[in-house]
């Protein structure tokens, strides 16, 4: 046989096992709580978080772990940043396969429920939030944890799905509209109690007004961006939630292809043509154009509300660009004013499964530290967050916190003003159904949006055909079909879907492989029966 097709043969053959590591890992053992911490063990756990360009955060998550190993000398904890928690999560799937995972990891329900598909890979807390010795306020934690009942209740009902809690709530958050008051009242309008949809687009449309020399009658400047909305995929959630459109069922259906969405999006697609609205992923952060004065209305998290005002601690643009003007914080526009909704956001923890539980107990244990109100308290204080414990909230610490607003950098008005929105509109705030391929259907919201904003700006035609071909095109990329959908059985059986065309061509290659072995030997035997005849 020629030596070289030996030799990729082998080579095929040694690549067999790889390809089957890649398709997911085996699992783990189902994770039990120990019924003794050992303390005359060293551990080393590893703590993934997401940190921007805010130091202060940086240096909490430090004294939060050299405070912890303090109290427990035998656990070191290994901390690794992260700038987004796209990467966290695509991070901690690349290392599923090969069970590299961290042992805590900040990240969001819909992140964890795709975790799962790997079997046992993520703890269920459900054991340990209430154990006597190690749970929750437990008699041998060796610090002032919350007990269950003092973690907001629809925070931690957030971190429960496939039949577990999952997760502790780290931090809260929402959306917030913050706006050019100076802007709004020069124009005529003054805001309402409750900031609506059609005054939002209203009062954006009429900021494209230009002068005779071509810049624009609200700021005198060449360039405005009236409406500006950071998260597109919380924008389309939001208007289908508040116009009882359909998106999604706890039973993981997609209902987001609908004829509300379209509606939503021809309204869309009008301002988008009048140029009183884009997206960040378009146009760049609103806080940018916002402070800038070239912005009127820019939605963003209340947790980036340093971003967000002439007088911001973290603006990104440069003094002499900065235009003077007084900042309002409203809820984001709503269809219905007596019926607010808004989504409820914010990162939690979850600790993932080893083969030795005494290490997730160790990671349990620092898990905890992080709802402390220490922790709680100092984080929360660094943007527009809310701490996720009423041990917390109710503290005489945060509560003069919030009472100093304006005083000083450390309490800017406009980060406060966020808190106490979000605050006073918690009973207002919905989650999205958690389940294996959420994060992809909430990817998909926002590329809806996207993809309309863009075909306006470049003058293609919007029409029933378009949105069909949308619809269509959006449920392939993001695969909503439901072909080769991952799922989370109660058992926790996996399903990893179709294998990846690199898997496939590799197979396709091995059978190639063998069928010409084949041909060799029947070739070489046909030859021996012509040499015997």
Not at 343 to 367: H, R, Y
Not at 411 to 429: E, F, G, P, R
Not at 438 to 454: C, F, M, P, W, Y
């Amino acid at each position: 046989m020629n030596k070289k097709l030996i030799c990729l043969i082998l080579s095929l053959c040694m690549l067999l096992p790889l390809l089957a590591g890649c398709h997911g890992s085996r699992g783990l053992r189902e994770f039990a709580v120990p019924e003794e911490f050992d303390t005359n063990r060293d551990y080393e756990i590893t703590f993934w978080a997401k940190n921007d360009t805010n130091k202060t955060q940086t240096h909490i998550y430090q004294k939060a772990i050299a405070e912890f190993q303090a109290l427990y000398p035998n656990i070191r904890v290994n901390l690794r940043l992260y700038t987004d928690y796209g990467k966290i999560y695509n991070d901690v799937i690349t290392n599923i396969s090969t069970n590299t995972t961290p042992n805590v990891c900040i990240t969001y329900p819909d992140h964890i429920a795709t975790y799962l598909t790997g079997t046992n890979v993520v703890a269920p807390l459900d054991e340990l939030l209430d154990h006597p010795r190690y749970g929750l306020g437990g008699s041998d934690v060796r610090f002032t944890s919350p007990r269950s009942g003092e973690i907001i209740p629809s925070f931690l009902n957030e971190c429960s799905f496939a039949g577990h809690c999952y997760a502790l709530p780290f931090m809260r958050s929402t959306e917030a509209c913050y706006i050019n008051k100076t802007y709004v009242e020069a124009m005529g309008y003054t805001l309402p109690d409750t900031l609506t949809w059609d005054f939002v687009w209203e009062v954006a449309d009429a900021a494209t007004k230009k002068n005779a020399d071509g810049t624009f009658a609200v700021n005198g400047q060449k360039v405005m961006i009236p409406f500006i909305y950071k998260s597109t995929d919380n924008m389309m959630i939001q208007l289908l939630r508040q116009s009882g459109g359909g998106y999604s069922n706890d039973q993981g259906e997609v209902l987001l292809f609908n004829d509300t969405t379209k509606e939503l999006l021809y309204t869309i697609a009008k301002h988008v043509k009048k140029g009183s609205f884009s997206t960040f992923k378009i146009s760049s952060y609103p806080a940018n154009f916002l402070n800038a004065g070239q912005c009127i209305f820019a939605i963003d998290s209340t947790a980036g509300a340093t971003w967000m005002g002439t007088h911001a601690p973290l603006s990104d643009i440069s003094a002499d660009k900065l235009v003077e003007f007084e900042t309002s914080v409203m809820p984001i526009p709503q269809f219905d004013p007596d019926h607010p909704q808004m989504i409820s956001q914010g990162p939690s923890v979850c600790v993932f499964n080893k083969g030795d539980p005494q290490e997730v107990l160790a990671s349990w244990l620092f898990t905890q530290y992080l709802l402390t109100n220490d922790v709680q308290i100092a984080y929360s204080e660094t943007e527009g967050y809310v701490p996720v414990t009423s041990m917390a909230q109710d503290s005489d610490e945060y509560i003069d916190y919030l009472s100093r607003e304006g005083q000083d950098v450390a309490h800017y008005d406009v980060k406060i003003k966020a808190v106490k929105m979000l605050l006073a509109n918690s009973d207002n705030t919905f989650v999205t159904p958690v389940y294996n391929g959420s994060a992809s259907l909430r990817d998909a919201a926002g590329q809806l949006i996207e993809n309309v904003t863009k075909s306006v700006r470049r003058k293609e035609t919007v029409d029933d055909a378009y949105m069909d071909k949308l619809f269509a095109d959006v449920t392939s990329l993001y695969r909503l079909d439901g072909a080769g959908r991952e799922s989370i059985s109660a058992e926790g059986a996996e399903d990893l879907g179709p294998l990846p065309g690199p898997s496939k061509a590799l197979l396709l290659s091995l059978c190639a492989a063998w069928a010409l072995i084949g041909a060799y030997t029947l070739r070489d035997a046909a030859k021996k029966r012509n040499k015997r005849v």
